[in-house]
C-alpha cells in the first residue's frame, strides 16, 4: 500500500478562510489537492451514464494541474486557461 493511499481526507490539511480564491490548491505532502469545500462550491456537473454527476471545475482542474508541475500536465493546463478565457469573452 502506497503512502498516498494511507492518508484520509480527514487529515489533509485545510487552507485559510479567503485564501481559496487567490489560490485553490495547496499541498498535502506530494500530492496537490483543493479544498474540498471551496471545490464543492465551484462544481461542474457533467452527464454520465445518464445520470448528473459533479466533477472539479475547469478552473480548479486547471490550477490543480499547474500546482502539480508535471510536465505532462502543463500544457493541459494552458489548454484548460485557453477555454476558460474564450468562455469569458463569450459573456
Known amino acids: 500500500m502506497s503512502a498516498a493511499s494511507k492518508t484520509s481526507p480527514a ?5 485559510k478562510p479567503g485564501t481559496a480564491a487567490l489560490f ?3 499541498f498535502a505532502g506530494n500530492r ?13 456537473k457533467m ?4 445520470l448528473e ?11 490543480a494541474k499547474k500546482a ?3 510536465p505532462k500536465d502543463l500544457p493541459q493546463a494552458t489548454e484548460l486557461d485557453r477555454i ?3 468562455r469569458r469573452q463569450e459573456k
Open 24 to 26: 485553490p490548491a495547496h
Open 68 to 70: 502539480s508541475g508535471r
Open 53 to 63: 454527476v459533479p466533477v472539479l471545475s475547469i478552473e480548479d482542474t486547471s490550477c
Open 11 to 15: 487529515r489533509l490539511p485545510r487552507s
Open 84 to 86: 476558460i478565457a474564450k
Open 47 to 50: 452527464m454520465y451514464g445518464g
Open 32 to 44: 496537490v489537492t483543493v479544498p474540498f469545500e471551496a471545490a464543492w462550491n465551484r462544481r461542474d
